[in-house]
């Protein structure tokens, strides 16, 4: 395929052409042309868009899906496509599916699954058998078929010795764990931050503490061990804080914040709306703004949507029966830009490869073309259909955005949403 892009800026640190207004010529994958003016072939596609800006494609560090196993809630195959549309060149993939992708040929399953699509899929492999929590999964196996890291999404790892060993375990090949920190004795029968507006609605509370607990002695452990460790989806002043703490020491750990712990808190609770009720739960004004200055001074590394599809029997229900869970793709980029400059936020959204320590490629003649197209003028508001994803259990329904995704141009292939 062969385009041209007609009077695009440039967001990437690493171009030689960062900051400027160019148009650019890619054919068959490859960038041919960066220049003011270039001419057009009659066998080149023209994109032209006001306002146009374009970056290295974006990764989403935590995407659910739901194949094999829950294909009611998403597929492999529409789910890429919601990513696609929502700026994403790239997803890790959660392995809460069923069966668990915890062994080599369901790692296999869902590469397959997503071979020729626009958007790569980047399997996680389960850190334990099942996701149970009780033996190490078969990492070296999974690391060989494709799994970027290994982790048990949304379930802390109760047994720190096990903990330990996977970290020892996983340095012969440069691997990386990831681990949710959440203490259920401490969160108990929790289902909300644990505050003012938990008690005034007569829900049970889940103390910032659970958390905290888990992330001191996580990275404590990762002091002893060594190795790489990455921190999913935090959610209080205090996580920041000790993990702060911890990279001045010079611990090998990364972390990651969810967009709806960046723009929304436990006020939204009001309504008992079920849509945010999540994990890690919305916590206080307090804790959003310790996230933010996080983001700001890089003690976050990652922003993520923390995808996740929930079918309508399981959210349409009592709020202390509800599943957990927010889809987020869709509102991601629009969400941020009202709170966040444009560069940081690039910079949050395309940080995860080097993370997960996957090959990138920067805007420069000769260079394989992996490219979001955004424009972030115009503000709007999030409606139900604006929802792309099968499920609609999206937190932000009503809420103010700022910007919109073009498109995007990966594997030789442009997808325009």
Known sequence: MKIIIREAKIIDPKSPFHNQVVDVKINEGIFEKIGEKLEKDSDYKEIAHPYLHLSQGWMDSSVSLGEPGYEDRETIANGLQVAAKSGFTAIALQPNSFPVLDNQSQIQFVKQKAATTATDLFPIGALTKNSDGNDLAELFDMKNAGAIAFGDYG???????????????????????????????????????????????????????????????????????????????????????????????GLQVTCSVAVHNLVLTDEKLDGFDTRYKVAPPLRTDKDRVALLEGVKDN?????????????????????????????????????????????????????????????????????????????????????????????????????KMKGKVVGIYNNKTLILS
Request: net charge negative; charged share 25%.
């Open 299 to 399: 003690t976050i590394d990652l922003i993520t949507s923390d995808h996740n599809p929930m079918d309508i029997e399981h959210k349409n229900m009592e709020f202390d029966r509800a599943k957990n869970g927010t889809v987020g793709l869709e509102s991601t980029f629009g969400a941020l830009l009202t709170l966040l400059p444009l560069e940081i936020i690039i910079s949050k959204l395309t940080n995860a490869k080097s993370v997960f320590n996957i090959e990138i490629s920067e805007i420069s003649e000769g260079k394989q073309a992996n490219l979001t197209l955004f424009t972030p003028e115009n503000e709007w508001i999030f409606a139900k259909e604006n929802v792309l994803s099968k499920s609609k259990n999206s937190a932000f329904l009503g809420t």
């Open 155 to 249: 379930k802390n790892l109760s047994n720190a010795n096990l903990l330990k060993i996977g970290l020892q375990y996983v340095q012969d090949f440069d691997g990386l764990v990831i681990t949710f920190c959440q203490d259920e004795k401490i969160k108990g029968s929790g289902v909300v931050n644990e505050g003012v507006v938990s008690t005034r609605l007569g829900l049970k509370g889940i103390p910032n503490l659970a958390e905290e607990v888990i992330v001191a002695r996580n990275l404590f452990l990762l002091e002893y061990t060594g190795g790489k460790l990455h921190i999913p989806t935090i959610s209080t002043s205090k996580s920041v804080e000790l993990i702060r703490e911890a990279k001045a020491k």
